[in-house]
């Protein structure tokens, strides 16, 4: 499987990714307002958005998958009544303590979980949440196909999917914009700031060899969502993909 500019072997990979997260999560988040321009805040919103937590007293037990520190569920947390519930599962021991500290200092640890754990081997049982959510997360995901299972296998029938995901821009020169910006700033960004651009040069390349808006549909489809559609934001630079277990 492709690494960065490297082929590497599947076991490989993931420890290869696990790396690069423990090194930045400290600054993980600065990082991320900075290489897009403050511009994740306002995806990761309209993808709350879409999952529309219930305001009122119903309760809801969502996951949040390759949660890292914490933005997805503290914005769920934050747009849902008070029994909505958010467990966080992370590859990344660093990634999930950055997010424990955040969320004690917000005051919401008491309605987030933070947990370890691998996307492609959930230590959830069957049918036990609400809502999925992956943001930013999938691409790091040695098998795809195997997250997306477990994903359909830890819903309750009547449960939404939802990732959030870097995708292909399909705006005429914004396109050629993004691959220059993104092959030269973002590493050099990543230099400045963490020390080292190679990290940033695999964040790039894993987002080029993700699949396609309509192929990644249909793997969705494969594992067996129902409904399944998707939306572009900012010219498909990230899409939502979103589907049901029925
Ligand atoms: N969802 C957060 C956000 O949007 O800010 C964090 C996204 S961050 C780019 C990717 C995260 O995926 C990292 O925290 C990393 O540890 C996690 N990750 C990578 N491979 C994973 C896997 N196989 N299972 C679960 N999490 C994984």
Redesign the pocket.
Known sequence: VAFGFRRVSEDQK?GL??EV?SKV?ER??QM?DLMSGGL?RLW?DDFVALLNPPRGQASFNHL??????G??AFRILRAGGPNVRVTV????PE?VAEGRKRAEAEGLLGRCGFTV????TLAFPDKSFDGYT????IR???HIDR?LREAYRVLKPGGHFLC?EFSQVDVPLMDKIYDAYSFTAVPAIGKVVTGDGHPYRY?VESIRTFPKQDDFKAMIEDAGFANVSYRNLTGGVVAIHSGWRI
Do not use: P, R, W
Request: hydrophobic share 45%; glycine share 10%; no cysteine.
């Open positions: 993931q990714v696990n997260f999560a993980y988040d991320n994740h990761k949040d998958v390759a949660g890292g520190t933005d997805i599962a992370d590859i990344s990634m754990g691998n996307a492609e992956i943001a930013f997360g790091n995901v040695t997250a959030l964040l």
